[in-house]
């Protein structure tokens, strides 16, 4: 089955500073690749999410770019600010029938004022 | 709204109990995940649905089971609760648009403590 390594663990960053999170995946029938944020004390929430069709997706200050040679994705938010703070997810599957999203590890990101 | 609901938000109970966590969708969607949580560490999932009759185990071993009699809803039971059950349980689901699955959705999660 699908596999996805996700780093670093914990992440601080200057505000106004970019950070960047990676993840790896194992299966290269993957297709589909969400990022998720969960602030504390909620739920997961999709914030971006790139198909294997395109290499780039922007969304003001969240931009996610994929390499399916390497069979990796990276998220980078620029410009960071305090409620960027959470703890980010990332996740792949393969986007038909009947497959379920495999998640990463998680990155803490902590944004310091 | 459509959304997704999870009851009780927060549960104690006592080891030995049977306990139900509760998890419907009003969105209209065929697939249902159940995911442990410890407090913003990694998801673990622990069973999922395609849809109605269909059960699976997911990735972690867990001691609960699941049912799917009907499409929006989907409870975990656990016949016997332990101490090592004590975290938190985040239900979620996920539908199709046109020829894609859409993203999963959560819900606000249980948080059970066993004691």
């Known amino acids: 089955g699908e596999n996805v390594e996700q780093h670093p663990s914990t992440l601080s960053v200057q505000e106004g500073d970019s950070a960047v999170i990676k993840c790896t995946y194992s299966?290269?029938?993957?297709?589909?690749f969400p990022w998720y944020k969960q602030e504390l004390g909620k739920r997961p929430q999709l914030i971006i999410d790139i198909r294997s069709n395109v290499g780039e997706k922007k969304d003001q200050r969240i931009a996610v770019t994929l390499n399916k040679t390497a069979k990796h994705f990276s998220l980078h938010i620029t410009e960071t600010q305090p409620e960027d703070s959470a703890v980010y997810f990332c996740a792949a599957s393969i986007n038909f029938g009947n497959e379920k999203l495999t998640f990463g590890t998680g990155t803490r990101l902590t944004i310091i004022p | 709204e459509a959304d997704i609901y999870q009851t009780p938000r927060y549960l104690v109970i006592g080891t030995g109990k049977k306990i139900t966590l509760e998890c419907s969708q009003t969105m209209g969607h065929d697939k249902m995940y159940w995911y442990q949580q410890d407090p913003g560490m990694e998801l673990h999932l622990i069973h999922y649905?395609?849809?109605?009759?269909?059960?699976e185990k997911g990735d972690l071993s867990s001691e609960s089971t699941v049912s799917r009699i009907r499409t929006e809803h989907f409870p975990l039971t656990l016949e016997s609760a332990r101490p090592s059950h004590t975290s938190q349980y985040l239900c979620a689901s996920s539908g199709r648009q046109g020829a894609r699955d859409t993203e999963a959705f959560f819900g606000q999660g249980t948080r059970l403590t066993v004691v």
């Open positions: 649905s395609y849809g109605v009759n269909s059960t």
């Open positions: 299966d290269s029938a993957s297709n589909y």
